[in-house]
Each structure stands twice: as structure tokens, then as C-alpha cells.
């Protein structure tokens, strides 16, 4: 758990990683908001919270009594939505904090390479 984040943005945030990594793809069934809740010892409605997010994103769709599920586009979706905030947050900080150490491009670039 992060301290940092809301506990419905970490649900969010797991099944996002999951997808991306492969765990869960296109039409599986993903943990519901009561197994959620008893795996995170929170209330079912932030855990719904985390999973209407992810719907509301296009992420995951519901089948009435069954339960969510990946849709088709998750990946995409997801990935798009990452980009969009590595190049509005991190970069943008990464470059702040390279310009106070004095690094120059060249530098920059070998240390991402390095790593």
C-alpha cells in the first residue's frame, strides 16, 4: 500500500500493471469488489471505486450479475494514458532535476542508456 495514493487509485493502478504485464487480457473476468476488499481490508465501495474508474476509462466493462472484465482496447488505453503522463510529469521533472546537477544531454542520454 502507498501512503501517497488513494486506496481506489491503487486498485486502479494494479489492475492496470496487470494488464500491461499480461496477467490479464482482453474479456477476463477481474477480481470483484468484495475480493478486493477482503484482500486489501477495505470497503467494498472504495474498491468499487477503483474498478468504476477503470470502466469509466474504457478500461474494464461490466456484465450485469457477472461481474468486469478487460476490454479489448485496455492495453492501448492504458498505455496512451501513461505517455501522456511520463511527458506531463516525469520528464519534466527528470529534466528540472538534470538541469540543477548541470548534466548535459550527452550525459542524459548515456545514463539512459546505462540504465
Known amino acids: 500500500m502507498d501512503q501517497n495514493l488513494p486506496i481506489y487509485l491503487q486498485i486502479s493502478h494494479y489492475i492496470e500493471n496487470e494488464i500491461l504485464n499480461g496477467h490479464f487480457i482482453s474479456d477476463d473476468k477481474v477480481p470483484s469488489t468484495n475480493e478486493f476488499s477482503k484482500i486489501m481490508n477495505v470497503n ?12 469509466e476509462q474504457g478500461v474494464l466493462y461490466k456484465k450485469r450479475g457477472l461481474g468486469m472484465f478487460v476490454t479489448k482496447e485496455a492495453k492501448e488505453i492504458i498505455v496512451a494514458k501513461r505517455k501522456q503522463q511520463f511527458m506531463e510529469q516525469t520528464l519534466p521533472a527528470l529534466l528540472k532535476e538534470a538541469n540543477q546537477l548541470g548534466l548535459t544531454q550527452e550525459e542524459i542520454i548515456n545514463m539512459i542508456k546505462e540504465a
Not at 467494498?44 to 470502466?55: I, Q, R
Request: no cysteine; proline share 8%.
Open 44 to 55: 467494498p465501495a472504495t474498491a468499487g471505486k477503483g474498478l468504476n474508474e477503470l470502466v
